[in-house]
């Protein structure tokens, strides 16, 4: 039998309006199979960006680069999130609100660093991505070993 893995986390946030605290909540659901390209285009967006963001860090070569590709957990990827907030801060947007019922203008103007990592960790955790991401590697090596070769 299948584990199963929440669909929905909410994450609360501190609206801050005519110096008022009013507290809203963000719905993370799991990504439908017709938002599923979008959310993982977006998320393809932004590890592409990696690269720089970690040059920035001083890493520069292509082996410390691959490295530290390697061995990354969630956590290293949650810690880059500010930073990749400053090289692509649209496309962050994008996918927060990809991943919840607030759309980016809306992150934008409400949502504290703190509360974004949250929702990003949301986001992967009910789209169980770390396990797509291994299925999906596991079942490309399959494919590639049972291919034919010429």
């Known amino acids: 039998m299948a584990k199963s893995i929440t669909r929905i986390k909410r994450i609360k946030i501190d609206v801050v309006k005519n110096n008022e605290v009013e507290e809203k ?3 993370v659901s799991k990504a439908p199979l017709g938002n599923w390209k979008r959310l993982t285009d977006s998320i393809q967006k932004l590890m592409n960006l990696l690269p720089e ?4 860090k001083g890493l520069e070569s292509q082996e410390e680069l691959e490295q530290y590709f390697d061995q990354m957990t969630m956590q290293d990827i949650l810690l880059l999130l500010p930073d990749m907030m400053e090289v692509a801060f649209e496309e962050t947007m994008n996918l927060l609100s990809i991943g919840t019922d607030k759309d980016a203008k ?3 103007k409400y ?3 703190d509360e974004a990592i949250d929702i990003f960790e949301a986001i ?6 770390v396990k797509v991401v291994e299925k999906g590697k596991n079942l490309m090596n399959l494919l590639s070993r049972k291919r ?3």
């Open 53 to 56: 963001v970690l040059e920035e």
């Open 148 to 150: 034919p070769q010429k």
């Open 124 to 129: 992967v955790e009910v789209n169980n991505l």
């Open 111 to 113: 949502a504290g660093m």
């Open 106 to 108: 809306f992150m934008e």
């Open 25 to 27: 909540e963000v719905i």
